[in-house]
């Protein structure tokens, strides 16, 4: 939904999604106990692979779980975000990183993912990674969804969502799931994804502008642009076209304007355990960042932490032959 609504003029939209998958490098699935380690997944280096310009990830509800959220998680957390964030900003493509803050986790427990670390501990932690890499803000689906489905409103007991699915065939508790969006929920995602976009295309605008009125200063477009996954984490890419400037998701340095912009959206796809519950609702993949190249625009999404969620459009994802960010 994300490719949909940007358009396919400008973007070029990659999903590198893993089912399960978690920015702990200590992380385990839900279901078969091996490791859940995003990097050490296939959807990693294709992410890589894709060049991106800009990349969006999501990781939150799968780390969540009692297997993976002990110890000092809430430092380990950080530490292995921002080493993932670290890997993209050095790329050669210099793609603009983007974290999502997923929409909430309405339901308790739901495939063993902890309410209160996904909703109150987790945002800010992310924060503590967007400030430490001196990225773009936070996209804050959360905000959207609980807006429109506020949490204290809608339980498993009692609830009135359009965005967030039904199961009523779940062994355990079954009727409001409680994590995955419905394709309602998936394309709000992609509209405050893309708003984020946006806004980064905008200020890689104004920069350029303001360059242009000082020729004196050498300082490359890339270097300007760098101040900067029940949602599943994944990457997607996107590839914007562009006959001047490259997108502001995607820092470029070249003496000619990229053509395209491409987004990688990385998240984690959820898969909810079988011994816990049976759910046959798949993830979506989180919604695409993008990496520039002579074609469009990659948006590379990057599936950010949600085991049993869509991290996908409806939530709304490193690195730089320099220094990283700040």
Not at 116 to 135: A, D, H, K, Y
Not at 287 to 315: F, H, R, W
Request: charged letters at 20%.
């Amino acid at each position: 939904q994300l490719q949909a609504i940007l358009g396919t003029e400008e973007f070029y939209v990659g999903n590198f999604g893993s089912d399960g998958a978690t920015v702990m490098q200590a992380g385990v699935h839900h279901r078969n106990k091996v490791s859940s380690w995003y990097r050490k997944k296939p959807a990693f280096k294709r992410a890589i692979a894709f060049k991106p310009d800009i990349v969006i990830t999501q990781f939150v509800d799968n780390d969540s779980r009692d297997d993976n959220w002990k110890d000092d998680a809430n430092r380990t957390f950080v530490k292995d975000y921002i080493e993932l964030v670290d890997i993209f900003l050095k790329l050669p493509s210099k793609p603009k990183v983007l974290i999502m803050r997923p929409p909430p986790l309405y339901v308790d427990r739901r495939y063993g993912m902890n309410q209160r670390v996904c909703n109150t501990i987790m945002p800010g932690l992310l924060e503590q990674v967007q400030q430490r890499r001196n990225l773009p803000p936070v996209v804050d689906v959360y905000s959207a969804f609980d807006e429109h489905c506020p949490v204290a409103r809608n339980t498993r007991e009692k609830h009135n969502c359009s965005w967030i699915a039904t199961d009523n065939g779940l062994q355990l508790r079954p009727g409001f799931e409680g994590v995955h969006p419905t394709d309602a929920g998936n394309n709000a995602i992609g509209k405050v994804v893309a708003d984020a976009i946006r806004q980064l295309q905008a200020s890689k605008t104004t920069a350029s502008a303001d360059a242009a009125m000082h020729p004196s200063q050498t300082t490359s477009l890339a270097d300007v642009a760098i101040d900067t996954s029940t949602t599943t984490p994944a990457i997607d890419a996107v590839t914007q076209t562009s006959t001047t400037t490259p997108p502001a998701d995607a820092a470029i340095e070249t003496s000619m304007p990229s053509p395209f912009a491409d987004v990688a959206v990385a998240t984690s796809t959820t898969t909810p355990a079988l011994d816990a519950e049976t759910q046959t609702s798949t993830t979506t993949p989180p919604a695409e960042a993008a990496t520039e190249t002579s074609t469009p625009t990659l948006l590379a999404e990057v599936a950010i932490d949600t085991s049993t969620t869509t991290p996908a459009i409806d939530a709304a994802t490193q690195t730089s032959t320099t220094t990283p960010p700040a």
